[in-house]
C-alpha cells in the first residue's frame, strides 16, 4: 500500500510560482509513474502532468506546457511539479498519484491511478 502526502499549495499572484511535492512511502517509488491531478468544486479531477517510473517519459497536459515542469527524486520518494506563470484557471486543488509501473504513454485518466494523496490547494490571484 502506498500513502501519498502532498504539500506545497498556497496562495499566489498570477504571474507567480510554486513547488508542490509529493512524499511516497509503503511501496518502491522508483518502480511507480506519478501523476498530478487538479479539481474544483463540480468539476472532473483534470490531468496536469505525469512521468514514467523510469524518468524518460514526461506528459503534460495543452493547459500548461510550457509552464508546468514535472520531476522525480527516486532517493527522496518524492515527485516535485514546479510551477511558473500562474494564471487564476490554474486555482484548484492539485492531487498526485501513483500507479506501477506503465507503459511510455501519457496515463492522463484518473482510473490509470491507483494511489492518491489527499490534495493541496492552490490559489492563484489575478
Known amino acids: 500500500q502506498v500513502q501519498l502526502v502532498e504539500s506545497g499549495g498556497g496562495l499566489v499572484q498570477a504571474g507567480g510560482s510554486l513547488r508542490l511535492s509529493c512524499a511516497a512511502s509503503?511501496?518502491?517509488?522508483?518502480?511507480?509513474?506519478m501523476g498530478w491531478f487538479r479539481q474544483n468544486p463540480g468539476k472532473q479531477r483534470e490531468f496536469v502532468a505525469s512521468?514514467?517510473?523510469?524518468?524518460?517519459?514526461?506528459y503534460y497536459s495543452d493547459s500548461v506546457k510550457g509552464r508546468f515542469t514535472i520531476s522525480r527524486d527516486n532517493a527522496m520518494n518524492t515527485v516535485y511539479l514546479q510551477m511558473n506563470s500562474l494564471k487564476p484557471e490554474d486555482t484548484a486543488v492539485y492531487y498526485c498519484?501513483?500507479?506501477?509501473?506503465?507503459?511510455?504513454?501519457?496515463?492522463?485518466?484518473?482510473?490509470?491511478?491507483?494511489?492518491w494523496g489527499q490534495g493541496t490547494q492552490v490559489t492563484v490571484s489575478s
Open positions: 509503503g511501496g518502491t517509488f522508483s518502480s511507480y509513474t
Open positions: 512521468i514514467r517510473w523510469s524518468g524518460d517519459r514526461l
Open positions: 498519484a501513483a500507479r506501477p509501473y506503465g507503459l511510455a504513454r501519457s496515463y492522463d485518466r484518473s482510473n490509470d491511478y491507483n494511489y
